[in-house]
């Protein structure tokens, strides 16, 4: 008798805590559609937290970190899904540790993100990443590549943001896909003249484009610099 009375406890005790845990899950699942609709990170990341802890699952973990990283917050991002390239990673996931890494400095980690992604939908915007990844690691023949392609498939209303501004812009990716063969072309035969050519053309297609400005101003006074010496 003992033991049944038991037993029944026990079935009552873990009913209990199924319904605790659904009600719980249904509580946070309203939680976070009311605080997406009022537009609450804070409140969409602790909503989402709490669901990966009652019911988890790699999509919503994959959204928690997607909704770090949008808020800039990388290294959480990072922490959440982690850094390794795993094949079985979502596209999100994989989007997401490319992007954190970049943002964190991490660019031979990032690029082999990004490398994934171009594999699985190849376009001029992930070109562009890689094309600027490969320049700052010294891969002067990939970024070539990713270059040649970007300029071939690159069209005339496609955009790609910049940040070097206090209040970020758009420039014509085309334009910016001939400022990185510039600084590409100088990157590797030092070739100052050739560079400066090329980010004119750049500057043609897009004469508001300021980076370009910037690193054209940085090339000509390098150039003039050994005249100046000269004089003195």
């Given at each position: 008798m003992k033991r049944v009375i038991l037993v029944l406890v026990t079935a009552i005790g873990f009913l209990g805590t199924a319904q605790t845990k659904t009600e719980l899950q249904k509580h946070y699942e309203a939680f976070y559609k009311e605080m997406r609709l009022q537009g609450d990170v804070s409140g969409v990341i602790n909503a989402m937290t709490h669901l990966n802890v009652i019911a988890p699952s790699q999509e919503r973990r994959d959204t928690l970190a997607y909704v770090y990283a949008n808020n800039n917050?990388?290294?959480?991002?990072?922490?959440?899904?982690g850094i390794?390239?795993?094949?079985?990673?979502?596209?999100?996931?994989?989007?997401?540790?490319?992007?954190?890494?970049?943002?964190?400095?991490?660019?031979?980690?990032?690029?082999?993100?990004?490398?994934?992604?171009?594999?699985?939908?190849?376009?001029?915007?992930?070109?562009?990443?890689?094309?600027?990844?490969?320049?700052?690691?010294?891969?002067?023949?990939?970024?070539?590549?990713?270059?040649?392609?970007?300029?071939?498939?690159?069209?005339?209303d496609m955009k790609h943001a910049f940040y070097e501004r206090q209040q970020p812009y758009e420039a014509s990716l085309k334009a910016a896909f001939l400022h990185l063969k510039g600084l590409m072309q100088f990157n590797k035969d030092k070739d100052i003249d050739a560079a400066i050519a090329l980010i004119d053309e750049a500057l043609k297609v897009d004469p508001n484009f300021n980076l370009a400005s910037l690193s054209k101003q940085a090339l000509t006074t390098k150039k003039e610099q050994p005249a100046a010496e000269t004089k003195n």
């Open positions: 917050q990388h290294i959480q991002a990072l922490n959440t899904i390794e390239k795993n094949e079985g990673d979502s596209d999100l996931s994989v989007q997401v540790k490319a992007i954190s890494l970049k943002a964190l400095n991490q660019p031979k980690r990032a690029l082999e993100h990004f490398e994934v992604l171009f594999t699985r939908n190849q376009n001029p915007y992930l070109a562009y990443e890689l094309a600027d990844l490969k320049i700052q690691t010294g891969d002067i023949s990939g970024a070539a590549t990713n270059i040649e392609y970007g300029l071939a498939n690159s069209k005339d």
